[in-house]
């Protein structure tokens, strides 16, 4: 008898589920039908950033894999339609046709959830005027791009400078504006500790970007037309004809919530290893909504990114479709650039060694990405931390220019394998001088913590 797996949500996790499902299992096993509210399906919002400042050239370059190329899969797909319940004992999704505006409800044998996650949106007065946009999905992206064809003035204003908010910097500044991002942490890209923070936040400056610290927005202003004309922090006012936000998101749960299942401390799905809801043998959850376990530290955590999002559908779908499969956890990589400078991180900051209770210590050298001598040879900062007493590695971070940021895989398989700060040292890493000095200089940090190590005995 066949069976009926339901997927709710049409992006990374659930249609790499759905795909690697239908792999396995033929359509007259099992039927697969998935529910997204969007337009779009299998598409990377990483890549928005780029479509703006014009590195991409078109959303469409953006699609993996269109709806239409699902169904030919024998993948029911139904675009523009939103789950709105979720009925767990009875094995059940009610979902809205958001065109025609009709509702009803499907069974289903397995169910994944696959919902993604929101971007932060606080209730500021003025913060869903004319001139504010997000930038999670294809359609916000195409929304911002005809308000920049049509705004006549060119100051923007980003607020928030993560990921998301460095990234739109350079789109903008590259498309010839004025750009100045707000952010509340004492420096921008939180992801990284406040000294290389700092480094980002002065090279920023010279790129001509203005960012600004420490500053906590408290209302968006409007001009007598009732489009967006500044925004307002404790401290000062800061122009805008049009504003960006990039203040981080948060796992979209609320019908998991609705329903039940279990939630971590951020409100992502709790999981076991084959991504399996804890406590339901048939219900699987992926993607931006659900927490993993984070290896260095041992604990849950929040890692939003579109890799985990594609390895957690690949094992869904294998165990969906009768094999086995694991997603053993992260250690939490992750790159990003804004103009020519490159910042990657993984691993534990102090921050987080202090929270779960490591005592550490942590290094930081000035190093080049190829032989001092080579032409374009450019500047490198690396920073690093270490278990006191064991050496173990705990993180890396690092902030330089061509060549800086993918270092941080070889931090990345390091700290994955457990590996201590002097079994570092002995790495066979690629030589020549175009590509590295000698000492890569990742393995200059890992000297410098060896012997940070030693004196802390």
């Given at each position: ?180 991002v707000l952010t509340r942490g004492e420096q921008p890209m939180a992801t ?47 122009p805008a004809d049009v504003v960006v936000l990039g203040m981080g998101v ?208």
């Amino acid at each position: 008898m066949s069976e009926r797996l339901v997927v709710i949500g049409g992006d990374a996790a659930g249609m790499s589920a759905a795909s690697q499902a239908r792999r396995l299992r033929s359509a007259g096993e099992l039927e697969i039908v998935a529910f997204e509210r969007g337009h779009f399906s299998s598409y990377s919002a990483c890549g928005i950033p780029y479509w703006v400042g014009g590195d991409v050239g078109a959303p469409a370059e953006l699609i993996a894999r269109s709806p239409e190329e699902h169904r030919a899969r024998d993948i029911d797909l139904r675009m523009r339609t939103e789950v709105t319940a979720l009925d767990v004992p009875g094995q059940r999704v009610r979902h809205r046709d958001l065109e025609a505006g009709t509702e009803s409800w499907t069974g289903f044998d397995k169910l994944v959830i696959a919902t993604g996650a929101r971007p932060l949106r606080p209730p500021l007065p003025g913060i869903d005027a004319p001139g504010v946009h997000g930038v999670q999905t294809l359609d916000d992206g195409q929304a911002l791009l005809d308000a920049l064809e049509r705004t006549p003035g060119r100051r923007a204003v980003v607020v928030g400078a993560g990921y998301i908010g460095v990234e739109m910097a350079e789109a903008l500044l590259a498309r010839g504006y004025e750009v100045t991002v707000l952010t509340r942490g004492e420096q921008p890209m939180a992801t990284l500790d406040p000294d290389m923070g700092r480094l980002v936040h002065r090279a920023m400056d010279g790129l001509g970007i203005r960012t600004v610290a420490s500053a906590e927005v408290t209302k968006v202003l409007t001009g007598d037309d009732g489009r967006v004309r500044a925004v307002a922090t404790d401290a000062a006012e800061y122009p805008a004809d049009v504003v960006v936000l990039g203040m981080g998101v948060r796992p979209e749960t609320s019908l998991a919530r609705a329903a039940g299942l279990p939630l971590g401390t951020s409100g992502g799905l709790l999981t076991d290893l084959a991504m399996r809801v804890r406590g339901h043998g048939n219900i699987w959850a992926g993607g931006d909504c659900v927490e993993v376990l984070d290896l260095v530290s041992g604990r849950e955590r929040y890692v939003p990114l579109g890799t985990h999002a594609n390895k957690h559908g690949q094992v869904i779908g294998s165990n969906v479709g009768g094999g086995y499969a694991t997603f053993p956890g992260v250690v939490g990589t992750a790159v990003s650039k804004v103009c020519d400078l490159e910042i990657a991180r993984t691993g534990l900051r102090e921050k987080d060694a202090r929270e779960v209770g490591l005592r550490y210590v942590a290094v930081t050298i000035e190093s080049t990405s190829r032989a001092g001598y080579y032409p374009g040879a450019a500047p490198m900062t690396v920073k690093m931390l270490a278990e006191r007493r064991t050496g173990r590695l705990l993180g890396v971070q690092i902030v330089g220019r061509e060549g800086a940021a993918k270092r941080v895989d070889i931090a990345a398989v390091a700290l994955t394998a457990g590996m201590t700060v002097e079994s570092m040292t002995a790495l066979d890493l690629g030589y020549a001088p175009p590509f590295s000095p000698v000492w890569d200089p990742v393995l200059v940090a890992a000297r410098k913590a060896v012997a940070a190590v030693r004196a802390a005995e």
